[in-house]
């Protein structure tokens, strides 16, 4: 009677520690289109060739590994493949490795030998814990040390523009050129990249909101689907993923160009945010992300109509 009431509650505890590592190891990419890790969306004839580098990014962009688009020989770089998903550290991968040795650790086996080598359930307990601190802590420092290149140079949203041109910076008047001109084969403007970093701010309001209205109003149908199943996963997992305090900080035109009636165009943004996940019922938080993101978003334009969300990447 006693084993199986023991079992029984290692059984629960190894679930409730799984369950809290599975949130923490995605708390960093729970905005939108972050838990992708890498990129999902589509750029058109580009979607497999990897876009232009910028001061704000001028590291690789992750491949596109979602998208609707097939590769196939008409796209701009034929050689390019999609890669793999690779398991970022922190992600569900190395969780997913963790969390099954704690699992065989609470049942009695696998993990340092089970918990008869902690002398007691409550002493195993504590180490696991301080061992789940200590993984975090480091998740979020390769996080941080990932991110720091991306972060000096580019447009910094502060002061006047030196000369009379202001729309090499999302904004217009508020960039500050600081690089070589980019590709753009549209002619992309001031009020193009005001579109731009008003879409950036909306669409992470919208899905902290889980407003599927306006994130099918400002995205593509596809990039929508994918905002979607988001959001009925966070549904499915009990929680919620709140954003707040959306600012641009930096940005940059990676490329422009035209595909018959359709205008492309990938900038990659810098900016600030307040995102947590919280517990849909008592409102508990679970977990912070990062306060700072640099991805590459694409947006498409058919016929003169509105600028459209149609893909996301992350830098790496």
């Known amino acids: 009677m006693m084993t199986t009431f023991s079992r029984g509650r290692r059984t629960a505890a190894a679930l409730g520690l799984a369950a809290l590592m599975a949130v923490a190891s995605t708390a960093g990419e729970a905005r939108p289109g972050g838990s992708s890790g890498s ?9 497999y060739s990897a876009p232009a580098p910028t001061t704000t990014a001028p590291g690789m962009s992750g491949p596109i590994q979602r998208s609707q688009t097939a590769p196939g020989p008409t796209m701009n770089n034929p050689g390019y493949a999609p ?3 690779r398991p970022r550290f922190g992600g569900g991968f190395f969780a997913g490795l963790l969390g099954a040795g704690l699992l065989g650790a609470l049942l009695g086996s696998g993990f340092f030998g089970g918990i008869g080598g902690f002398g007691s359930f409550l002493g195993f307990l504590l180490q696991v814990g301080l061992l789940v601190g200590l993984v975090m802590l480091a998740v979020r420092f390769f996080r941080r040390r990932q ?3 991306a972060m000096a140079g580019g447009y910094a949203r502060s002061g006047p523009p030196p000369g009379p041109n202001p729309m090499t910076g999302l904004g217009g008047g508020g960039a500050r050129p600081a690089g070589p001109p980019q590709r753009d084969q549209v002619g992309i403007g001031p009020a193009d990249f005001e579109a731009f970093e008003r879409s950036l701010t909306q669409i992470q309001l919208a899905y902290g909101a889980e407003d ?10 596809e990039m929508a689907d994918y905002f979607t199943e988001e959001l009925q996963a966070n549904a499915a997992r009990g929680v919620i993923n709140r954003i707040a305090d959306v600012k641009l900080l930096q940005g940059d035109l990676s490329e422009a160009w035209r595909e018959g009636p359709t205008d492309y165009a990938t900038v990659a943004m810098r900016y600030a945010l307040r995102d947590v996940t919280v517990e849909r019922g008592s409102g508990r938080v679970v977990a912070n992300g990062d306060p700072e993101a640099v991805e590459i978003w694409t947006f498409r334009r058919d016929r003169g109509g509105p ?4 893909a996301i990447q992350q830098t790496r």
């Open 39 to 47: 990129g999902m969306g589509s750029r058109g004839s580009r979607t």
């Open 83 to 85: 890669q793999p998903a």
């Open 147 to 149: 991110a720091e290149p």
């Open 212 to 221: 599927v209205g306006t994130l099918r109003r400002l995205a593509t149908p």
């Open 307 to 310: 600028w459209l969300l149609s």
